[in-house]
């Protein structure tokens, strides 16, 4: 149930970044980056109010990997474009392919997971 909740809340802040970026892209700022970043803060906050669905009441190894490996992936690689915007520097050397292979990942995890559920439904 705790997983579920935490999965909520960053679902709640994904998507508030996500309206928050889109509207700056449309009135602040133009760079092509704020729209990226909306695209994916509002795609991974859908993604985690479906995990949060499919997750309660079950613990799932890869349920949480996957989840681990998107938000961490997604504050990496959100957070490097943004640093580039606003300070014109990077979060750090490498930071976005990090984030965008760790979200790969995480994408993948959740896949397997899916494979587990299809193959095993009354298991988990």
């Not at 679902?11 to 133009?30: R, T, Y």
């Not at 690689?77 to 392919?97: I, K, M, N, V």
């Not at 760790?102 to 439904?121: A, C, D, E």
Request: hydrophobic content about 55%.
């Amino acid at each position: 149930m705790k997983f579920s909740g935490l999965l909520l809340i960053v679902a709640g802040l994904s998507g508030f970044m996500g309206v928050a970026s889109a509207a700056m892209a449309a009135h602040v700022d133009s760079d092509p980056y704020m729209a990226l970043i909306s695209q994916f803060m509002l795609v991974h906050g859908l993604l985690y109010v479906g995990m949060a669905a499919m997750v309660k009441g079950k613990q799932s190894f890869l349920a949480k990997a996957s989840a681990g490996f998107l938000v961490v992936g997604q504050a990496l690689f959100c957070g490097d474009l943004y640093s580039r915007l606003s300070t014109g520097e990077r979060l750090f050397h490498f930071a976005a392919p990090f984030g965008g292979g760790s979200m790969m990942v995480g994408w993948l995890f959740l896949g397997i997971w899916g494979l587990q559920i299809y193959l095993k439904p009354n298991e988990l």
